[in-house]
């Protein structure tokens, strides 16, 4: 390739990069990979998605990873990554120079047409179908994400992620992931455990499939074992020259970043909350301190959620005080925050221009500020952390080097001496005495790089005490990952995977997964203590015609959650921004009980889709609660003591995630949901449509007012800015559909077909996905499609895919034969009568279909269809399919004289909706169901619903073992995601997406 580094980072970003950068290029184009980047805290970390990018265009995918993941372990608030993943995107899709152009070419060699040349994501695992990051496996993705999420996914146990959906999750991250792991000494347990992967899986398995899988670590303040490794660092050449980058990498070095040391006094005996109260009080005193020495943008970093609330009510004034102040942490819905940080980003972000028209601003924040944010304040006052944590704060002041800036480090004296903190244990008192002992007469420190660097070198092998404390690893036994391999359905000895992704916690104190809860409007209290025994299906049909995306979810640890519900706050609300901390249960007895919530996912299946009370909620659990049950502030953050009565109504967010993560316009004709934001007239017309009965009820009425709607009439002045854009997305004469629940009646208006691009709403960079479902909603397409045509376009695209990836051909040809024979068991009669919706002349006299006209929201006449077909609840097309391909010795003749391997294509047809790894589901089914047969390829296979895979003795379990052996614990599940994520994008091209 002829265009060098430095001349795709100038195309994309309009300015030259810095020479350790080229230098770090030219020795990843010669093979070698540092295993640590020790670079400091403002020097362009980040690039190294870019030269990691262009690495892969250059080696044009043969050997470099495709899926490039920042990882930290806190929780980001502002998506830098994805920002910088556009950014790069925009220029190599609309490329201006011979740079750009030739790159974005390489590019599309390497991902082929069809598909995009870059995707970007965030992996925050709140719903089964939030995987777009997923959705090409051979095309680049630059994502971020925790290490919960990326962990439990290279785990098979992904969190958030369903059962069916984890091998393909845990496969392309394990075979084709670049891993990037931001100050790795805070997740060190973790980067121990890859290390011991990878040792694991050193040998590929004998199928061939190529793994591109490495681990950079990047760290500013690396840890003792580093010695040992490959480490990359500035050297004294890289900031020697008089060109403007070199300038601009020097004055954000040696920029001097004074702060002043205060203890806060606070005695030893008083109660958390007065401690809290105490040093909430203190940062506004010196916040306001700021603000009068001109200071126009002033951060406040506290440890704790609950201590930055308390800090924000002190200082929030309302909209006719002399400056604003917003919260920020780590504890909002996605939207809310990204809405919040829309508004002020021109403020606050590094590199803008002055403006004294705007008033000053205080942003309150936590620990989510410390990684992922391009923010650069000209004051702050934080609470003392870790040596580690503060010098990422302080990263975050005049970022850029020539501002100047004033700062104020406050530590309760409480926490002095040998008291040991949640979250930072002994390392936070011991960095404020440190801190103390190498500042001035009038107690003030420098936390520049360059002025720090020295006073940071004195520690030598002292230095891990003063950073925050990590855990042991626990050693990765090969018998661990054949566990967690199956997942369809899970092994009862089940390791902890939390285990290896945070370490050994001390005594009883356990790192479990966060629950996710989503705020629904539509949602009642009555919904959830309702006795009617349709009253949790009715919910789950509600849900799926609009399911819950990870965008509304907030995030919260399980004795959090269950405090709330339970209106109990039996110890002190320690919750912050830092992932995997280990904490001791608060006993939740089951006769505490608490407002109930609908379990929309759970880990354990059997909790799925039911109504329990707030005291059983269970980690990991993606939880739905009606909006009246308030829990969020006016300031957008989880506040436990917030009621809905009080404050502005909690927004339902479900339509806008639609057409954010599903690429689907949607709107809920339903005065709970949008009755806020109409007027009193249009809000009149709607509750009298919902209280006419279904006799009298004329469905014209209901579309008169819909079109209304999205005309734009009918709203008042509060309707949120997402609402233009969705209301343009549905376009006109959208599908009409009804819902019901046990307490009410609506309406759902769906647009007729994906959108090519999603709008611009927010500044959210999650591609969409929908056609992802393991479960028969996903042959309801809401498009006439015939099996013949689907099998082809699957098998073509798969084919395509395997090439791309550089496959070997026995490989390529499995997949391939697999996608051409995966779904024939739907030409099951019954199968047939209910994709025609119970219609029996049309199903007789019609083509065999693969997909239904009946849109997947409409769960009713799905529901309706099932139910006049006679098709059995639980039955699996795909062990159908699975039978009739067995059966067949001719077609073996066939796929074994194309080099195809026979075991794995049967494995591949019986995995492709997530089961048999290692067993099928077991119904009971001797003796049912009609004949079946579909002829592919001049061959007629014959089968019928007794398919008998759910017996031990089927050979199920036995071949996906002998898979697993043959390939790889990683690569095999890998083949299965080529195959699958086939299915799911010929779904869209079909559905018209």
């Known amino acids: 390739m002829k265009t060098t580094f430095d001349e795709f980072f100038r195309a994309v970003h309009g300015y030259a990069p810095f020479k350790w950068q080229c230098r770090l290029a030219k020795e990843l184009a010669s093979g070698e990979w540092p295993d640590v980047l020790d670079v400091p805290t403002g020097a362009g970390k980040t690039s190294l998605i870019d030269i990691a990018l262009y690495e892969l265009v250059r080696d044009g995918g043969q050997s470099v990873p495709r899926r490039i993941v920042l990882v930290v372990d806190r929780r980001v608030i502002v998506d830098q990554v994805g920002e910088r993943a556009l950014k790069i995107r925009k220029a190599l899709e609309s490329p201006t120079s011979p740079a750009a152009k030739e790159v974005a070419e390489r590019l599309r060699e390497i991902v082929g047409p069809g598909a995009p040349l870059l995707q970007s994501a965030v992996l925050r695992g709140a719903s089964v179908r939030d995987d777009a990051w997923a959705k090409w496996p051979q095309v680049p993705v630059i994502a971020a994400s925790t290490v919960d999420q990326v962990g439990s996914r290279l785990f098979f146990r992904g969190y958030g992620v369903s059962n069916g959906m984890r091998p393909v999750h845990a496969g392309l991250i394990g075979c084709d992931t670049l891993l990037l792991l931001d100050e790795v000494h805070l997740s060190r347990p973790f980067a121990d455990v890859l290390e011991q992967l990878e040792r694991l899986r050193r040998q590929e398995g004998e199928g061939g499939i190529p793994r591109r899988f490495r681990m950079v670590q990047l760290s500013a303040t690396p840890h003792a074992e580093a010695a040992k490794k490959k480490v990359f ?99 909002m819905r996605p939207l809310d925050q990204s809405e919040l940080i829309l508004g002020i980003r021109e403020r606050v972000l590094a590199g803008r221009e002055e403006s004294t028209a705007a008033k000053p601003i205080v942003v309150v924040t936590t620990q989510c500020i410390e990684a992922g944010a391009d923010f650069d304040f000209e004051a702050m006052v934080t609470e003392c952390a870790s040596l580690d944590a503060l010098r990422q704060r302080f990263g975050r002041v005049d970022r850029l080097g020539g501002r100047g800036s004033e700062s104020v480090i406050l530590c309760r004296t409480d926490l002095l001496g040998r008291t040991v903190d949640p ?436 769960a009713q006449a799905r529901r309706l269809a099932r139910e006049r077909a006679g098709y059995p609840a639980g039955q699996r097309h795909e062990l159908v399919s699975l039978a009739m391909i067995e059966r067949s010795s001719a077609l073996r003749e066939k796929v074994e004289a194309s080099g195809a391997d026979w075991e794995l294509v049967l494995h591949l047809v019986a995995s492709h909706h997530g089961w048999c790894r290692p067993f099928a589901p077991a119904l009971g089914l001797e003796g049912e169901g009609d004949p079946v047969s579909f002829v592919v390829d001049g061959l007629e296979l014959r089968g019928n619903g007794d398919h008998g895979s759910d017996h031990f003795d089927s050979g199920v379990a036995d071949r996906f073992f002998r898979l697993m052996k043959r390939y790889g614990w990683h690569e095999l599940a890998y083949a299965e995601a080529v195959m699958r994520l086939s299915d799911h994008r010929q779904s869209e091209m079909e559905q018209g997406g």
């Open 233 to 331: 660092s500035l050297t004294r050449a890289d900031r020697e020259g008089d060109d403007e980058a070199t300038r601009k990498l020097d004055r954000r070095l040696s920029a001097s970043k004074p702060a002043r040391l205060v203890r806060v006094e606070v005695k030893a005996n008083a109660s958390e909350e007065a401690k809290r109260t105490a040093l909430a009080e203190a940062s506004a005193t010196y916040a306001r301190e700021l603000l009068e020495k001109g200071r126009r943008a002033v951060a406040v970093v506290v440890n704790r959620v609950d201590t930055a609330r308390r800090t924000w009510t002190l200082l929030h004034q309302g909209a006719n005080a002399p400056c604003d102040c917003v919260l920020i942490t780590g504890r």
């Open 423 to 858: 979250v930072y244990g002994q390392a936070l008192s011991r960095t404020f005495e440190w801190l103390e002992s190498i500042a001035s007469e009038s107690k003030m420190v420098d936390f520049g790089i360059d002025v720090v660097a020295p006073h940071i070198e004195k520690l030598g092998d002292k230095l891990a005490e003063y950073c925050a404390p990590t855990r042991e690893a626990p050693v990765l036994l090969p018998a661990y990952l054949d566990q967690w391999a199956q997942t369809q359905p899970r092994p009862y000895a089940d390791p902890d995977v939390s285990l290896f992704l945070h370490g050994i916690p001390e005594g009883k104190r356990e790192a479990l997964p966060d629950v996710q809860v989503v705020f629904r409007a539509d949602v009642t209290d009555e919904d959830l203590q309702s006795k009617a025994a349709q009253a949790e299906k009715q919910l789950v049909e509600a849900l799926e015609a609009v399911p819950p995306g990870s965008l509304e979810a907030l995030s919260l640890p399980v004795w959090t959650v269950r405090s709330w519900l339970t209106a109990r706050s039996a110890q002190a609300d320690e919750t912050s921004d830092v992932e995997g901390l280990a904490t001791e249960e608060e006993p939740t007895a089951p006769q505490y009980g608490g407002k109930p919530v609908f379990v929309w996912f759970a880990s354990d299946e059997s909790r799925r889709g039911k109504i329990c009370p707030g005291s059983e909620i269970a980690p990991g659990d993606v939880v739905v609660v009606p909006t009246s049950y308030g829990g969020i502030g006016p300031h957008k953050s989880f506040d436990p003591g917030a009621k809905a009565e009080d404050f502005t109504r909690i927004v339902d967010l479900g339509d806008v995630v639609q057409l954010h993560q599903r690429g689907r316009a949607s709107l809920r004709l339903d005065e709970r949901v949008i009755g806020p934001f109409l007027t009193e007239e249009a809000g009149k017309k709607l509750a009298a449509l919902r209280a006419t009965s279904e006799e009298e009820l004329e469905l014209d009425d209901v579309r008169a007012l819909l079109e209304a709607l999205i005309a734009g009439e009918g709203w008042n002045e509060t309707v949120p800015p997402w609402l233009a854009p969705l209301r343009n997305a549905l376009g006109s004469r959208p599908r009409l559909v009804s819902r019901e629940t046990a307490t009410s009646r609506a309406w759902l208006a769906i647009s007729r077909k994906r959108l090519e691009k999603t709008p611009s709403v927010l500044p959210i960079v999650d591609d969409t996905s929908d056609s992802t479902t393991e479960e028969d909603e996903g042959s309801f397409l809401g498009s006439k499609v015939t099996l013949d045509s689907h099998l082809r376009g699957v098998a073509s695209l798969a084919a395509r895919l395997a090439d791309r990836l550089s496959w070997p051909d026995k490989v390529k040809h499995s997949v391939e034969w697999a996608a051409r024979l995966h779904d024939v068991g739907k030409a099951d009669p019954r199968f047939q009568l209910m994709l025609y919706g119970g219609d029996e002349i049309d199903a007789l006299s019609g083509k065999i279909l693969a997909k239904s006209p009946i849109p997947r929201q409409a």
